[in-house]
């Protein structure tokens, strides 16, 4: 099992910044991909963001890149979610996931419990 939990949600104005942070503990840190993915009011839970066990390879959804950088560091079992240019459309309750398949986005294993990240216009 590996559990996972979330902090840096919040409320702020459009154009700032966020940047969310997820704790993992339980199984080594470093074997594991990890994604950030969000849900907003009434609609599906969308894939953000996601980067392999190294570090090395990334992978962003449209409507985030150039805005929203993701990065890890095993050594402190972290993932990060750097947010710039905050838009009120990114407002939604945001979810760390891991899974060992970097790439298979629909179907990662384990979830955190999710924050609210609420931009206002």
């Known amino acids: 099992q590996v559990q996972l939990v979330e902090s840096g949600g919040g409320l702020v104005q459009a154009g700032e910044s966020l940047r969310l942070s997820c704790a993992a503990s339980?199984?080594?840190?470093?074997?594991?991909?990890m994604g950030w993915f969000r849900q907003a009011l009434g609609k599906d839970r969308e894939f953000v963001a996601a980067?392999?066990?190294?570090?090395?390879?990334?992978a962003y959804t449209n409507s985030v890149k150039g805005r929203f950088t993701i990065s890890r560091d095993n050594a402190k079992n972290t993932v990060y979610l750097q947010m710039n240019g905050l838009k009120p459309e990114d407002t939604a309750v945001y979810y760390c996931?891991?899974?060992?398949?970097?790439?298979?986005?629909?179907?990662?294993?384990?979830w955190g419990q999710g924050i609210q990240v609420t931009v206002s216009s």
């Open positions: 996931a891991a899974d060992t398949n970097f790439r298979d986005f629909g179907s990662y294993s384990y």
């Open positions: 339980g199984r080594t840190f470093s074997n594991y991909a």
């Open positions: 980067i392999n066990w190294s570090g090395i390879s990334t």
